[in-house]
């Protein structure tokens, strides 16, 4: 089994920044993708920035330029520096990654329990 446990959210003023972290624990072989989606009230789970294969990073057009994904691979962490939030940038933020259990192979998605975020204007 495999868990990912976020921590880092909060309420901040507009243009304040924060900083979310994720770890992955468990029975994990190796991990794949890994970064952070969102779901902000009535909108469906979106992806904010994400690690793929070989090591290449994914934005939101919405944040780039804002936010910043740093990775340790070792640790199996992975945060997501917020600068300059927007009151937009309010949603509940999942930590997702790709998990290998097992040598060779067998991906399975996993997803955090989502930490809120808000921004006030």
């Known amino acids: 089994q495999v868990q990912l446990v976020e921590s880092g959210g909060g309420l901040v003023q507009a243009g304040e920044s924060l900083r979310l972290s994720c770890a992955a624990s468990g029975s994990i072989v190796s991990i794949n993708h890994m970064g952070w989606y969102r779901r902000g009230l009535g909108i469906q789970r979106e992806l904010v920035a994400v690690?793929?294969?070989?090591?290449?990073?994914n934005y939101a057009d919405s944040v780039k330029g804002r936010f910043t994904i740093s990775r340790d691979s070792a640790k199996n962490t992975v945060d997501l520096q917020m600068n300059s939030l927007k009151p937009e940038d309010t949603a509940v933020y999942y930590c997702?990654?790709?998990?290998?259990?097992?040598?060779?192979?067998?991906?399975?998605?996993?997803w955090g329990q989502g930490t809120q975020v808000t921004v006030s204007s």
């Open positions: 997702y990654a790709v998990v290998s259990t097992v040598l060779g192979g067998n991906w399975t998605p996993y």
């Open positions: 690690f793929v294969s070989g090591g290449d990073t």
